[in-house]
């Protein structure tokens, strides 16, 4: 019995000295922090989708950490009405929604209910948040979970989470994990780095959080966002991804085991967003709302790192001739350009300025400085880092646009087409056919409108889950038939909706490539090119191999549809192009 205790004791003080030596820096306290913007977060989850608690409970919990504003993302469609701006426990909660696309997370805020599901390619998921008056953030970029990660660089996305401690998390465990084809060192390295997180999580919860941001892993949001940034305004910011759960595998949401933490208090204490309004706050959520959503879209704010140091003090500064602006604006280019940086950063902390992907006039420790650039069109950006063994960005400004008066090339436009076969002309509609599951329904019917002649197509999804339905206005093409490179139809729908044009082969292969299209409830001209159709599942070849297309397919399924919706959609020209 004596050796058990003495056992326990000496492994009680092994621990004890493990955590005491791997123990994270407590955070520092700053002097003149408080600079007039307002820290809250994004990107929480609450129990109405993956997270443990509800929205009242994680808004006390950001009320204790010191958050003014909050932005729930829980997973969803779209579809559900967003509740309206509310202040609770004294912190102004926002509802937003996290929207899974087939390339990735796609965060997005202050949008009402959507008609319909959305979901799809990135490029139509940001077109539908854009035309519901939405702001979407392209949420964590670097995650090394393929299907969560952002990967659609080329899509007009307002914002990128530039960092997201759910992801930092996913770096090390995949280091550390087993199949890892890390090097040893590195796979040994993030094993003792967990563990130790894990002893250390206790003590200094939040500090030990912000401890696994400084993953040295290919990262490459932040060069991505610049390259962006140079071409287009895009809103450098941060998700907290909160959950208060941690699942030993897989998702927070696969059900089954998850720890209870990291907890909300302790995320909320490792980082916020400084958002600079156009006036304080006023107790009105509502109208504070507004202030707080403007100031976010234009890129007033910046990410600090709490847990390392904090409140925070910045100010982001760029003049010419044309007047001073601040991080997030744009600024004509004109004459010599001057930037000011001041900041109440730790003694030790380096501050850097960035022009483009390149320091600007090295590295700065003063609290106020001002560095001189050329005139010419560029992007600048303020990154200040901490000190110790292992930096991170403990403050990471937006962009300063400064441009040129060259107007952005225009997009590429494609050639009008020269040949047009008609698919129907107002008169006969026998080449139309409809097709569904077997639960579903579908009825073609031309009917006589006083503009002309329209094929009308009604139809009806299968209620329950979602198990494949469908119902398609098909079009097949008589054999040996033009195809040509494009269809352009006219179409309206009773409600908005979004439909899958398809193109689907024959000769026993029956693979099909679509384009989404969104068809709103007056008549407008759609085009879709046949090269910027897509593969449904596994297909033959990665394009539609034209010679041997047999139908063109006007789909409603499951991806923009719920089960059970019905409705009808009129198309009133239709043709193949080249
Ligand atoms: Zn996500
Ligand atoms: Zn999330």
């Not at 140079?230 to 909160?242: E, F, H, K, M, N």
């Not at 998850?258 to 006023?282: D, N, Q």
Request: aromatic fraction near 8%; hydrophobic fraction near 40%; proline fraction near 8%.
């Amino acid at each position: 019995m004596k050796r058990f205790f003495l056992l326990t004791a000496a492994l009680v003080a092994a621990v004890a000295v493990l955590v005491a030596l791997s123990l994270p820096a407590r955070r520092r306290a700053l002097q003149g922090g408080g600079d007039g913007t307002i820290p809250g977060i994004l990107h929480v989850h609450t129990n109405r989708s993956d997270g443990r608690s509800s929205p009242d409970d994680v808004a006390a919990a950001a009320a204790r950490a010191g958050l003014k504003f909050l932005i729930f993302t829980d997973h969803g469609d779209a579809t559900r009405r967003p509740d309206p701006p509310v202040y609770r426990s004294g912190v102004l909660c926002l509802d937003g929604v996290e929207i899974s696309t087939s390339g990735g997370h796609y965060v997005a805020i202050d949008l009402p209910a959507s008609p319909y599901p959305l979901a799809g390619e990135p490029r139509d998921v940001i077109d539908d948040v854009r035309r519901l008056g939405g702001f979407g953030i392209a949420a964590h970029p670097d995650s090394p979970k393929a299907e969560l990660q952002w990967r659609e660089w080329n899509a007009p996305f307002d914002g990128i989470e530039l960092l997201n401690p759910d992801t930092t998390w996913r770096v090390w465990a995949q280091q550390a994990a087993r199949a890892s084809n890390a090097s040893s060192d590195v796979k040994w390295r993030a094993r003792r780095t967990l563990a130790l997180s894990l002893l250390d999580y206790p003590v200094r919860p939040a500090e030990t959080i912000a401890s696994l941001l400084h993953v040295e892993s290919p990262l490459n949001a932040v060069r991505q966002w610049t390259t962006i940034a140079t071409r287009r305004r895009v809103v450098a910011i941060a998700g907290i991804d909160a959950h208060a759960k941690l699942a030993l595998r897989g998702d927070p949401g696969d059900a089954g085991f998850a720890l209870p933490f990291p907890g909300y208090e302790p995320s909320f204490r490792v980082m916020s967003v400084h958002v600079a309004t156009e006036r304080p706050l006023s107790g009105n959520a509502a109208a504070d709302a507004n202030a707080l959503v403007r100031a976010i879209r234009n890129g007033h704010l910046y990410v600090a790192v709490d847990a390392i140091a904090t409140p925070p003090s910045f100010e982001f500064s760029a003049s010419n001739e044309h007047g001073t602006v601040h991080g997030g604006d744009e600024l004509a280019a004109g004459g010599p350009l001057t930037l000011r940086v001041k900041s109440n950063a730790p003694p030790g902390f380096t501050t850097v300025v960035w022009r483009g992907t390149e320091v600007l006039g090295g590295e700065h420790h003063e609290p106020e400085f001002t560095v001189d650039a050329p005139p010419d069109p560029a992007i600048y950006w303020v990154e200040i880092r901490s000190s110790g063994a292992h930096p991170i960005a403990w403050l990471r400004s937006n962009a300063i646009y400064v441009r040129g008066s060259a107007p952005p090339p225009p997009e590429p436009s494609r050639p009008a087409a020269i040949d047009t076969v008609a698919m129907f002309d107002g008169s006969s509609a026998t080449a139309w056919r409809d097709e569904h599951d077997t639960l579903s329904a579908g009825v073609v019917e031309p009917v006589t409108m006083p503009s002309g002649r329209e094929i009308r197509f009604r139809f009806a999804l299968a209620g329950g889950d979602p198990t494949g339905q469908f119902a398609a206005l098909v079009y097949d093409l008589p054999p040996n038939g033009f195809v040509g490179d494009r269809v352009t139809f006219t179409a309206r729908a009773e409600k908005p909706m979004r439909i899958s044009v398809q193109l689907r082969g024959g000769d026993g292969v029956v693979d099909r490539w679509q384009r989404s299209v969104y068809v709103d409830t007056f008549d407008r001209e759609h085009t879709v090119f046949f090269d910027d159709c897509l593969p449904v599942g596994t297909t033959h070849t990665d394009r539609a191999p034209l010679p041997h297309v047999r139908s063109v397919m006007f789909v409603v399924d499951t991806t923009n549809s719920k089960p059970g919706a019905s409705g009808r959609l009129w198309i009133k020209k239709a043709a193949l192009q080249r």
